[in-house]
């Protein structure tokens, strides 16, 4: 039995009133299944408290399919373990509701999973328009007081890999990500919960990686870009400093807390609030903060996970691979 016939795989596609994107970026979900040659399939479609007629259009033409709705909207974390509770299958693919999938998507990424270490991959994602490339591994740079990952490492011949998976297309195993306990909710409603995940992987001895030949194509029509930018910017900021305060070591995540008061407050004498209310945000969210770095220390799947620090070296004792 061929690789591309062993696999099972589940898409789950988050929306927010995302009607006029969805059709076409079903479609294409079917089509990628079908050419990468997966017979054992279903793709969910997780509702974040749509107000447009979302839920008619889309089963109406794909009546197969399996719609999950909420009475209340929670944001990408939240929306995203929904449907990846309701999965079944083996793997299960994070996908965006305006990232439209090539043919044959799957095919080269299925062999990566014969190594029972590997968490998850992703594909190279390219502006619908442009076909300018947008997102490829990413570099982890990692210092002190320090969690970089946004930086972009492009390849067309050779695995990668990357610090972390792409929420708009990932392929991911399920039985680990479920070990994991999914996406972590504390960054609702967006931003930075996809750095956390693959953190978390790395950090319990898995690997992630960017297969340059699985292609597919970015519509640029998020809903992030319809809020406000000043409420996105501090979202963001809140975020990352959740990001370090729970994955720096004892102390240091403490440290970090200092020195970004510091630059806070110099900022706000400045005229600029935003590091300011982000921070504000942050030390909000203290306790409950705290309380997540100890049942992640109880309940990681690795009864000693790597540091933080430990991850680059992780990463980059992968030898890259030759597409396939």
Request: proline share 4%; with cysteine; charged share 20%.
């Amino acid at each position: 039995m061929s690789e591309q016939i062993k696999w099972s795989v589940s898409i789950v596609i988050p929306n927010y009133n995302g009607q006029h994107l969805l059709v076409e970026t079903i479609t294409c979900a079917y089509n990628s299944l079908v050419t990468s040659g997966i017979l054992d399939y279903e793709i969910i479609v997780s509702d974040d408290a749509s107000t447009d007629d979302s839920f008619q259009q889309v089963t109406s033409v794909f009546p197969e399919l399996i719609y999950l709705t909420s009475d209340k909207n929670t944001g990408f974390a939240g929306n995203m373990n929904r449907g990846i509770r309701r999965a079944t299958k083996e793997l299960v693919c994070f996908l965006n509701s305006d990232v439209h999938l090539s043919s044959g998507y799957f095919h080269s990424q299925l062999p990566l999973f014969q190594d029972e270490q590997t968490f998850g991959v992703m594909g190279a994602i390219f502006d619908k328009e442009t076909n300018v490339p947008q997102d490829g591994a990413k570099s982890a740079c990692i210092g002190l007081l320090k969690i970089e990952g946004n930086k972009n490492t492009f390849s067309s011949t050779e695995v990668l890999p990357t610090l972390f998976l792409s929420g708009a297309n990932a392929l991911v195993r399920r039985k680990k990500l479920l070990e994991l306990g999914g996406f972590c909710e504390l960054f609702n409603p967006y931003y930075s919960e996809d750095v956390d995940l693959g953190l978390r992987a790395w950090r319990n001895g898995w690997s992630l990686y960017f297969q340059p030949v699985a292609t597919c194509y970015h519509e640029q029509s998020s809903t992030i870009k319809k809020l406000p930018t000043i409420k996105v910017k501090t979202i963001a900021k809140r975020n990352k400093h959740y990001l370090h305060f729970l994955h720096l070591p004892t102390g240091l995540n403490y440290v970090y807390l200092v020195k970004a008061s510091v630059n806070s407050f110099a900022q706000l004498l400045l005229g600029r609030p935003l590091h300011f209310q982000a921070l504000t945000l942050a030390f909000k969210e203290l306790k409950t903060l705290q309380l997540e770095r100890k049942n992640r220390q109880q309940h990681s799947p690795k009864k000693k996970a790597l540091s933080v620090f430990q991850v680059r070296k992780a990463m980059y004792s992968k030898v890259p691979l030759k597409s396939t």
